[in-house]
């Protein structure tokens, strides 16, 4: 069975353009997580689904980043505008239903805003 | 809240020796905890986890960690480690509520020597 999937694995972009972030999630699984890690912050959840319904964004940083999940197989986390400070790997993680604490984590985006 | 420690930010071991990982946590009551694995350029693997019963806990690769709830600790073993554990391991803590993140240790990167 195919892991969590995440597309682009790289990206380069400039400042003030716009980002997007995707991820194809384990099937079946219910929870959908949206995560940045930087040397500084270290792991930080952005926001998570259930059921392609968003729960908990508290942890998004500003109004530039947004975060959809149209159906329970595709999610996408945006970014407009870029800044340098976005810099980040950007992790997505799906969990089953009734075990939302265990994720299984793709292999991540690799963001440099320039 | 809950919270997660990893007092070692960096070890090294030889390869063939033994290794301790630690791991200490807050939480109110019992709380769910995990060990995960990055290798370079990777996403997280989950190696294992402990969510109630037996304190010792085996997981993949030959990893073992022991809940120890008088001492708020869940630590990592290994007997005998290989060139390729090298990589970064995060301790987690989440909670059984439905509504409570998961939270990741800062990380504890493993070196090992030939």
């Known amino acids: 069975d195919a892991g969590v999937i995440q597309s682009p694995r790289h990206e380069v972009t400039e400042m003030g353009q716009e980002v997007t972030l995707r991820c194809k999630p384990i099937?079946?699984?219910?929870?959908l997580f949206w995560y940045r890690q930087t040397m500084m912050r270290g792991l930080e959840l952005l926001i998570y689904?259930?059921?392609?319904?968003?729960?908990?964004d508290s942890g998004m940083p500003e109004d530039r980043f947004s975060a959809k999940m149209p159906n329970a197989s595709f999610s996408t986390l945006k970014i407009q505008p870029s800044e340098p400070r976005d810099s980040a790997v950007y992790f997505c993680?799906?969990?089953?239903?009734?075990?939302?604490?265990?994720?299984?984590f793709g292999p991540g985006t690799r963001l440099l805003v320039l | 809240a809950q919270s997660v420690t990893q007092p070692d930010i960096h070890i090294t071991v030889s390869e063939g020796a033994s290794l301790e990982l630690r791991c200490n946590y807050s939480?109110?009551?019992?709380?769910?905890l995990f060990w995960y694995v990055q290798s370079p350029g990777q996403g997280l693997q989950l190696l294992l986890k402990?969510?109630?019963?037996?304190?010792l806990v085996q997981g993949i690769k030959g990893f073992e960690a022991e809940f120890k709830r008088s001492q708020s600790s869940f630590n990592l073993r290994k007997p005998s480690v290989h060139w390729s554990d090298a990589a970064e391991y995060f301790c987690?803590?989440?909670?059984?509520?439905?509504?409570?993140?998961?939270?990741f240790g800062p990380g504890t990167s493993l070196s090992v020597i030939p």
């Open positions: 402990y969510f109630s019963g037996d304190t």
């Open positions: 099937s079946g699984h219910d929870y």
């Open positions: 689904f259930n059921n392609n319904v968003p729960i908990d």
């Open positions: 987690a803590v989440g909670a059984k509520t439905s509504y409570d993140k998961v939270i």
């Open positions: 993680a799906s969990s089953p239903r009734g075990r939302k604490e265990t994720q299984y």
């Open positions: 939480y109110g009551a019992t709380p769910y």
